[in-house]
């Protein structure tokens, strides 16, 4: 049994992260913290677990931490994350991070978007980033992976092997994307209440969204030039869900049928990745470790659609199917939709 | 024109009232209080009002209201207002209170219910309920208001008339109410938040809700003996909207008719309630100032169905209708649907 | 492996019956029919499936099915579904119906709530109710379970045990329920669409529906005494779940406490009926085979509160678990949450 | 009194054109027709106009249409639309067409994307488009109006003043519009059905839209070339609202500031118009004849959001706007929000 912590089990990434290694055959939940820890369990925070785990929350040291589990899913805000990732490493224990602390490539980059210095630059650039179906070899070993962010996963999924084979232009993408509301978190501002998003859609964050250079970042890595990605995310009035509309120019002569065929040949074996014939919807994904793909073209343009559940293939998900690959697992144990 | 304060201005019932006030004839927005206030304007507080008023959110003593206002309506929460509202009565300024905190009978009532004395207790059981239609010659001459409780007025309005008439039995009602969420207000909670409420149904504050003895009081007024109600609330995922589903025995002999007739005769010219043959649909009172109420019978149950805008009929619809009464206006006056 | 067919496969309680099969480590999938079946396959038809299951939708006989399954979920409409089940029953084929043809006890309550008479009356009263937590020893050896209503599941689980043990009078029982569109199933009706269920709340078929003599006849096999019971289901701005809120008199003396520690000991085993301290949500169910009761008293009533997904525990999720029983199987499996 | 008549009363266009001419103050319903009438009133029909207008539904010839009306909103879907208006246009009356039928230019683009000869194309390049702000003079004595449609208006307004003033190219125009379920009309399909809409986004109709040539048409009349502009909708689960995010390159050396100066200036005195700081909602301009437009810029780009009600700003209060301008009507009128 693979003996699995949760740090930060108050949040939304943190109950999915339960709910799926609940499902896994060989995994065993043996800590879960919160700085609300107050001697109760699990249960009593999320009370939707009632009978399917037995756990009090703690507050544990990062020592703690490592003497009790085998791996640890970080679900703490950024920033947060980093400080207590890098001491649970020292521990001898592995460390999936489901904050953006890790997933920049360097310090001066990371600097730039989050505002501060980070603070433990030497882990930059040398952490795989957990897209199993791009970085999978390097995810075996890993000690620390860096979880992917929600949009960047629907972006750069149907992006990288368009860039790698050169069938699109890197100077002009646009990526377009809605989600819904879960992927702003459970904190209580005025903004996420229910009756601020019912019955309403607007973009946010617009050209200064921090999952911007993190596409670039990553895409970036299948090609010798750094692409220009211009990303405008937007609030959905529903739980989960995100739908990514990418623009893109072909290169010469480059049709969308070649699009779709490099797409088809790329992710034919891979067990999450759906390239689709009809236009995704996030329904289709939701609750699944699916991303849906589909590719459309209009005006001179190739419009790559897809579509997953941010909180599954968006975030947990995607954890435990790099667990699964950094212990040898079948990868869809725990993830059977 | 009359000169109209808004004290309290950040929450729905807030920007409900200066939504129909702005469609009033005879009705000058004067004045915006609030705790936050910065020297910014209504709009900035509230983008939606951009282009339609101009007013800065100021941070204005109870004499300064006085001196400016009319009449203000009071949108604090309950126990806040009390203190404020006998102040800017001093003032030779007339105040609608939409909250709590002036509806019940008396201050030991209120203590029971609320669990702190009242702090101006002699006009407990002097102040008239907001509701026109039961009690319009009350609020002619009435300096203070006390604006009905958005959950008692879908109770009341078909309760009181049957009870006058002693057409239903008063020991045995149940009122299953159902809400939208704006009825929770504007305070950023964990359970407020959209992806809490979105796609979730359930009871709250199961026999323990305030708004059971305010339905008690008013309707015991229409009657000799204090009537036994039993009040649910329910949260439904939505903006707006209240239905309220009424089982009642009917006395001796009595038929679903007969109640349909007495409440038809009893509402014949009110502009607002509207008896109505289809089963009351939220959806079709949103927005709009109206109660629809339906009667239905099963099993030896009169069950009374009704319908309002909580925001509206329930809370600022209702205040401004009541101001209408107060100042000899067209009671529609602002309230055209 | 059993060999599972599906017929009528279009619906909502179809896919969810098949999503649930592909989760069940011992059922093979067979057969899917459909009167529009026209050579293509389930995924064309449902393209959530995608990638997961690879069958063509047939229009296959009751002969065809019978030699091809071991037992049939039957998704048919009511009045559609008897004289097919009839028929494959005589090929040596068990069959789960999930309609409403054999839920009741005699054809002449039948034929009163339904209008026509029964085409196959000698099965009703000897066809057993799948509830396993009320039934689960008729249900093992069963060649044909009528598969309970949604409502009715979150009314009788409740209200079953204090029946039985005389906790609550049988006189004044009042069901509120409250569920969500999936209910009104997959038909394009004008009062089905977005834009009419949306932002609305209303009650239905107050005093019609035919889930009331439903709870009424399954309930009262617990008693000597037909019981007098009133249901009112509500639809809810939400796609899934059912909450029920339950009014009934305790008998002499019988308080709160007595009714939960009932409900406690009865389910004490059950692996998804869960007695809450927290009051019920649909969200905590949502997607599970849970039903979660909850006990409130108020006024003298016994409030009880239920909640279930009404496409798993009140459709698929309880033929699942009838078919474990009924082959011996694991009672949980396929119904991991 | 302007006498106006409804054609084709049953959909959501009607019922919102119906709510706001009751509001108007020179203005009286004199007609609503649908093939669906069986004799009975529009409150039938509508039951959430109760109380509010007393008036029958017939099946009215265009001859009878144009002896009782002065105008007529021609509510029908496109094709079914212009054989009916050019009839009505003979009998001294006129038309504001809320179809398709008679935006574009050309019998050839007509033909292109409806499939079909049109009726009536003498009338295509003769009839104003029903925008106020850009074709104000035009409307004035027009007797037929072609209303824009929803997602063309949220593209044009922004568009039109930058392309006219050269400050974007128009070789690449990117815009993806997202619209409530609303904008699906009322017809009862399998794809507009609560449990299929709620909770999902997709996009639809990619590079197949009709509204796609609409606003290349009508912006195309703001330059000397024909614009080059991609199109996607999207499906958003809510009740009413366009947002549409457009991307567009500057011309050489311009600013998101100079854009916005530019589209300050030309709306300065528009009513209905407002270029906010704040990023748009569809939220804040629900129920409203709004639209609000902002501009950021990112990347190279600049990003041009804009949000209006699709049922008023994009169908049925443009419709009375056109008509308080045939009409010399303060253009306010029944659209004060």
Not at 83 to 106: F, G, K, M, Q, W
Request: net charge negative; hydrophobic share 35%.
């Amino acid at each position: 049994m693979i003996k699995v912590g949760i740090v930060g089990c108050s949040g939304y990434t943190a109950i999915e992260a339960i709910k799926l290694l609940l499902r896994h055959p060989n995994v065993q939940i043996v800590a879960a913290t919160s700085r609300q820890a107050d001697g109760s369990t699990i249960c009593c925070m999320h009370p939707q677990l009632t009978g399917r785990i037995n756990l009090v929350v703690e507050d544990l040291t990062p020592q703690q931490l490592g003497e009790r589990c085998d791996v640890v899913f970080c679900c703490l805000p950024h920033a947060a994350s980093a400080p207590i990732v890098s001491e649970i490493l020292t521990h001898n224990c592995r460390v999936i991070d489901l904050s953006a602390d890790y997933r920049l490539s360097t310090p001066k980059l990371y600097e730039k978007w989050y505002g501060n210095a980070h603070p433990d630059p030497g882990r930059l650039g040398q952490t795989p980033y957990g897209l199993p179906e791009l970085f999978r070899e390097e995810l075996r070993d890993a000690q620390l992976v860096a979880n992917p962010g929600c949009y960047p996963s629907s972006a750069i999924l149907p992006l990288a092997p368009l860039i790698q084979e050169g069938l699109i232009e890197t100077a002009s993408i646009i990526v377009d994307s809605k989600s819904g509301a879960s992927g702003a978190g459970r904190s209580p501002k005025v903004g996420n209440i229910y009756s601020e998003v019912n019955e309403s859609f607007s973009a946010y964050a617009v050209g200064t969204h921090r999952h911007q250079p993190e596409i670039v970042d990553i895409v970036g890595r299948f090609t010798g030039t750094e692409p220009q990605v211009v990303f405008t995310p937007h609030l959905v009035p529903m739980d989960r869900g995100i739908l990514s509309t990418i623009y893109a120019r072909p290169t010469a002569g480059v049709t969308a049928n070649q699009v779709r065929e490099c797409l088809n040949t790329f992710y034919d074996r891979e067990p999450f990745v759906r390239i689709t014939a009809h236009l995704p919807l996030t329904k289709f994904v939701s609750g699944t470790n699916y991303c849906d793909i589909s590719v459309r073209e209009n005006g001179g343009w190739i419009i790559l659609l897809s579509a997953l559940d941010n909180l599954i293939k968006g975030a947990s998900g995607a954890a435990v199917q790099c667990m699964n690959i950094m212990y040898g697992q079948e990868e869809k144990h725990g993830l059977h939709p």
